[in-house]
């Protein structure tokens, strides 16, 4: 496949270029080529591709990239077609062509141009495009291509587009030969198509790294027919060695290409004079034990080089490649590589989860990768099917049908992956669930279309939505097929969940209110009345409230337990550390939660976490992140309930802070026992900020918070406390 042809003469759809166009076809090929031909003639002349290159020469040369591809006469006549100027809106009627040639050569025609248009957009993303966005529009390609010859189609354009600019010197867009390398490389790399697949790489590579390009080619000893020459030689002579001894074998040639020399020095970080692969053969034989007979032959034809075999069969990659691979040289010292495996392990290698393209494209990380799912399972049906094609065999079976995934695209040209099926509610919400709470409409390919339509792959859509608002209870009835993303209906179920939760929380709260009100204690906590109740926080009581599961007279009950507080007199003159900052003054917990930073956190009442105890945050609704100990009660009734508030938290650098926290003390009720409490904390140095006490059936029952720096503090509390006799204390 020369760059440079006799198509781009005058008449580049002359009889010399038909005749070796129609090359392959039977004699119903033929008169539909020459149809083709016909059709597009007047057309395209002067015409010209947004390259600059004309028209006609284009589809002339890429007709001859097709035909040395063996593909059939309905291709051939589509890449022609398809590059015939078309009036907006044409596409999708092209009654006339369909009449002309029929429903087979139409579709090819409609693919191609649905891949331009998707080449056109997608070159928006630019360069700075990720690596997961270009697999996407790699995917996106591969499931619009539902026949594999529309794929092949572009292929060749493309192909065809950058021997165009190497053969005019007319200077390529980098953007241009970048999408190429980017999205199309890999695509021929993973179907196979090595012939263009190294021809496009190459080409790229030039126009991309000019400097880097000729450097390599410089330090190449010999050019590539010399190189390709050299293999055929090998090739011919280990040919006539296992025939002699009775092998039927397959050996290939496989010489490297410039780019290909260049990525593996980069992914390798070898210099070129390291590089032991630049000629490579692969030999493919019945059985295992025909493998190592082989091997032992190579050997002893060539010179091994040291600590250069690598035998995959006996220990095979991770992801099941099996080969052996040795690299030997010949009398005059050049080296190359050769691989050596059964049929069965070449099958595996090529279509299973050792396939080429994994094994090239995982990097540095060479064949760790394995192929999985659908997706790899349609490029092996194609690669399958490229083979089926050269060797003439029965047809293999049909490819899976679509994997259930559909690709569409961002106003942006960001590509998306969604369930097959689903709709423009489930796009919204895959981009952001506030923009999928407030999708009212949607634009498909610049049409507005009902919430309901079900997308298709290479589609691009636009969002319209409202300021404010929620989504339909509507969306929820499958009846009305809305929603085909579990995950999106999970976040319409949350938001109608929060909404009912919010509605529980103003209902109880009114009812908790009133009952203060006739208990007159309207100026008390509620948050503290919550804890005293049980309950992590106010908004749990009032859910619980509205849904009669508490009954309000315990509210009554909570009031009727005195508390005693703590003469300050008593204790304050042996504070420990009057300079101190308590958490409960400051605000500072020394709480860090995980990943975000200045984020509002308090320490839970209901359990007093201080360090360097075990913690758990909740994001609570406006008042920041509650802090609780991991065995804390409250916190697992509340992370059962609402697992998506919880977040991870760490203690930070805490400093002089101090922390309250509970001892609850149970003694036999006696006269003096809180003072002998209370002396116990102050020989300690500890601050006591609040004492509740009361009594019941000669049992004193007292809950002490005290202030502490750590856990340590906290030890040596209980240990003072219990060494009192008849007292028993432990933590809250």
Request: a neutral charge; glycine letters at 6%; aromatic letters at 6%.
């Amino acid at each position: 496949m020369n760059p440079v042809s006799s198509a781009e003469s005058v008449d580049p759809l002359g009889p010399e270029w038909f005749q070796e166009a129609c090359r392959g076809l039977d004699d119903e090929g033929v008169p539909l080529l020459s149809q083709a031909v016909a059709w597009v003639r007047a057309p395209l002349q002067g015409a010209q591709a947004s390259t600059g290159e004309p028209l006609a020469a284009h589809g002339a040369l890429v007709v001859l990239i097709l035909q040395e591809l063996g593909s059939d006469a309905a291709t051939r006549a589509a890449a022609l077609l398809a590059v015939q100027p078309v009036p907006e809106g044409e596409v999708s009627r092209s009654d006339p062509v369909r009449q002309a040639f029929g429903p087979e050569v139409i579709t090819l025609v409609q693919g191609v141009r649905a891949l331009l248009r998707l080449g056109t957009v997608a070159g928006q993303v630019g360069s700075h495009s990720g690596a997961d966005q270009k697999e996407m529009q790699r995917k996106m390609l591969l499931a619009m291509a539902a026949d594999l010859r529309i794929v092949l189609m572009r292929l060749a354009s493309r192909l065809q587009s950058l021997r165009w600019y190497a053969a005019s010197h007319t200077p390529c867009p980098e953007s241009f030969a970048q999408e190429t390398m980017t999205l199309y490389a890999p695509l021929a790399n993973r179907l196979g198509i090595w012939q263009l697949k190294w021809e496009i790489e190459d080409l790229c590579f030039r126009f991309l790294q000019p400097e880097t390009y000729k450097a390599i080619a410089r330090q190449l000893e010999e050019k590539r027919v010399e190189r390709e020459a050299f293999i055929d030689a090998v090739v011919t002579r280990l040919s006539a060695a296992l025939a002699e001894a009775h092998i039927d074998a397959e050996i290939n040639g496989r010489p490297k290409h410039i780019y290909s020399i260049w990525n593996k020095m980069r992914i390798k970080h070898l210099e070129f004079q390291e590089l032991f692969d630049l000629r490579a053969l692969r030999v493919i034989v019945a059985d295992e034990r025909t493998c190592y007979a082989v091997l032992a032959m190579v050997h002893a034809m060539w010179t091994p080089v040291p600590d250069e075999f690598d035998d995959y069969i006996a220990r095979p990659k991770p992801n099941g490649y099996r080969s052996l691979h040795t690299v030997v040289a010949d009398a005059q010292g050049r080296i190359f590589e050769i691989q050596i495996r059964t049929r069965d392990m070449h099958q595996y290698a090529e279509f299973g989860m050792a396939a080429h393209w994994r094994y090239k494209e995982a990097g540095a990380r060479g064949g760790q990768v394995a192929a999985s799912g659908e997706y790899d399972q349609k490029i092996a049906w194609m690669r399958q099917l490229l083979a089926w094609k050269e060797d003439s065999g029965p047809a293999p079976a049909a490819a899976p049908a679509g994997a259930g995934r559909i690709y569409v695209m961002t106003p942006q040209a960001r590509v998306l992956e969604l369930p097959e099926g689903s709709t423009p509610v489930d796009f919204a919400y895959l981009l952001h669930t506030d923009l999928g709470h407030r999708c009212r409409g949607a634009r498909v390919d610049g049409q507005m279309v009902p919430l309901s339509t079900r997308l298709k792959t290479g589609q691009t859509i636009e969002i319209i939505a409202a300021k404010s608002g929620g989504p339909s209870r509507d969306w929820l009835n499958p009846q009305l097929a809305y929603l085909a993303s579990p995950r999106a209906r999970s976040k319409v179920r949350a938001w109608f969940n929060a909404v009912e939760l919010q509605q529980r929380i103003a209902q109880g709260q009114t009812l908790v209110e009133k009952e203060l009100q006739r208990l007159g204690r309207t100026a008390v906590n509620q948050d503290h009345l919550a804890q005293q109740l049980g309950f992590a926080r106010a908004d749990d009581l009032y859910v619980a409230a509205a849904k009669e599961e508490f009954s309000l007279r315990q509210i009554e009950y909570a009031f009727r337990a005195p508390e005693v507080p703590v003469a300050p007199s008593e204790l304050e003159p042996r504070v420990f550390g009057a300079d101190a900052d308590s958490v409960s003054h400051t605000g500072k917990s020394g709480v860090l939660v995980v990943g975000v930073d200045s984020l509002l956190t308090q320490l839970a009442r209901c359990c007093r976490p201080a360090p360097p105890d075990a913690i758990e945050g909740f994001v609570t609704r406006g008042r920041g992140v509650s802090i609780h100990r991991r065995d804390c009660p409250s916190w697992h009734a509340l992370s059962k309930r609402h697992p998506e508030r919880c977040i991870a938290v760490a203690w930070g650098k805490t400093g002089d802070a101090v922390y309250p926290v509970d001892i609850t003390i149970h003694a036999q009720d006696r006269p003096a026992v809180l003072r002998d409490v209370s002396e116990a904390f102050a020989r300690l140095r500890l601050r006591v900020v609040r004492v509740t006490t009361y009594s019941r059936s000669s049992l004193a029952h007292m809950v002490f918070t005290i202030e502490v720096r750590d856990g340590s503090q906290i030890r040596e509390a209980l240990a003072a406390v219990n060494e009192l006799p008849g007292v028993q204390a432990t933590r809250h």
